[in-house]
């Protein structure tokens, strides 16, 4: 499955969850790539003078960042995450990863400090996205970019395996073990969005919808790889929504 990043201090076994080494800290890089040039195509515009300060909130091990940093020169990405084990990991691959917390006492940067922010397979995992946005805002300058990426609730199985009775992919319904549903490993999934669901929940957070792409996920069986990345054309049935907005 996807693979959590953390910004918050989570509740109860959730600590330790995402404090246990042996959970994958991770996303895939094909999507990583084309999150980080559609951050590069829109950094490029007129409007963008100068080197642009990109914050990586929930970097985990920082192979986002890192990922992204060779389509970004010129700029500076610092990752950010609560968790102790996957900044140590993160600080072996990218110059700057720093502690800070989406909520509680929140991102240890000043209002407006950041032009851009990845925010990659994150907002799946929190109690409170909607306290997780609004820092997001605070921090963002008006008019900055946030990259946004997360399963698809709707990709084109999950909608096959519900008529069929089976929890859809990406779905969770323990932190021990895997019940009802394809996959092999637990990772923490605490929300999931349609396409129309994300683009309605940014856009109440105080955010301008930009564009919206599909990407495909590395555990879709080999034989059916191929169908996803053709699903990749239409996000609504692709296995990961990437959106662009812009804060207003």
């Given at each position: 499955?996807?693979?959590p990043t953390?910004?918050?201090?989570?509740?109860?076994?959730?600590?330790?969850?995402?404090?246990?080494?042996?959970?994958?800290?991770?996303?895939?890089?094909?999507?990583?790539?084309?999150?980080?040039?559609?951050?590069?195509?829109?950094?490029?515009?007129?409007?963008?003078?100068?080197?642009?300060?990109?914050?990586?909130?929930?970097?985990?091990?920082?192979?986002?960042?890192?990922t992204?940093?060779?389509?970004?020169?010129?700029?500076?990405?610092?990752?950010?995450?609560?968790?102790?084990?996957?900044?140590?990991?993160?600080?072996?691959?990218?110059?700057?990863?720093?502690?800070?917390?989406?909520?509680?006492?929140?991102?240890?940067?000043?209002?407006?400090?950041?032009?851009?922010?990845?925010?990659?397979?994150?907002v799946?995992?929190?109690?409170?996205?909607?306290?997780?946005l609004?820092?997001?805002?605070?921090?963002?300058?008006?008019?900055?970019?946030?990259?946004?990426?997360?399963?698809?609730?709707?990709?084109?199985?999950?909608?096959?395996?519900?008529?069929?009775?089976?929890?859809?992919?990406?779905?969770?319904?323990?932190?021990?073990?895997?019940?009802?549903?394809?996959?092999?490993?637990?990772?923490?999934?605490?929300?999931?969005?349609?396409?129309?669901?994300?683009?309605?929940?940014?856009?109440?957070?105080?955010?301008?919808?930009?564009?919206?792409?599909?990407?495909?996920?590395?555990?879709?069986?080999?034989?059916?790889?191929?169908?996803?990345?053709?699903?990749?054309?239409?996000?609504?049935?692709?296995?990961?929504?990437?959106?662009?907005?812009?804060?207003?």
């Open positions: 499955m996807t693979t953390t910004t918050g201090p989570p509740p109860g076994d959730l600590r330790d969850f995402y404090e246990n080494p042996a959970v994958p800290v991770a996303s895939g890089t094909p999507r990583s790539l084309r999150q980080a040039r559609m951050l590069a195509r829109a950094l490029s515009g007129p409007a963008t003078a100068g080197p642009q300060t990109i914050l990586d909130i929930g970097c985990g091990d920082g192979t986002a960042a890192a992204a940093a060779p389509l970004l020169p010129g700029h500076r990405v610092i990752g950010v995450d609560w968790s102790q084990d996957a900044l140590r990991r993160a600080r072996t691959r990218i110059p700057y990863a720093v502690r800070g917390e989406l909520t509680g006492g929140g991102l240890p940067f000043a209002s407006g400090a950041a032009d851009a922010v990845l925010f990659s397979e994150v799946e995992h929190l109690v409170d996205p909607d306290a997780a609004d820092e997001i805002r605070r921090i963002l300058r008006p008019g900055g970019h946030l990259m946004l990426s997360t399963p698809n609730l709707a990709a084109w199985y999950n909608r096959g395996l519900l008529l069929a009775g089976v929890q859809p992919v990406f779905s969770e319904v323990s932190l021990r073990g895997i019940h009802g549903r394809p996959g092999k490993e637990v990772v923490g999934h605490l929300r999931l969005y349609t396409a129309r669901a994300l683009k309605e929940f940014v856009a109440a957070s105080g955010f301008t919808v930009e564009r919206l792409e599909g990407a495909p996920f590395h555990g879709v069986p080999r034989p059916l790889r191929p169908l996803d990345r053709l699903a990749c054309a239409r996000p609504q049935l692709a296995s990961i929504l990437l959106l662009h907005a812009r804060r207003t």
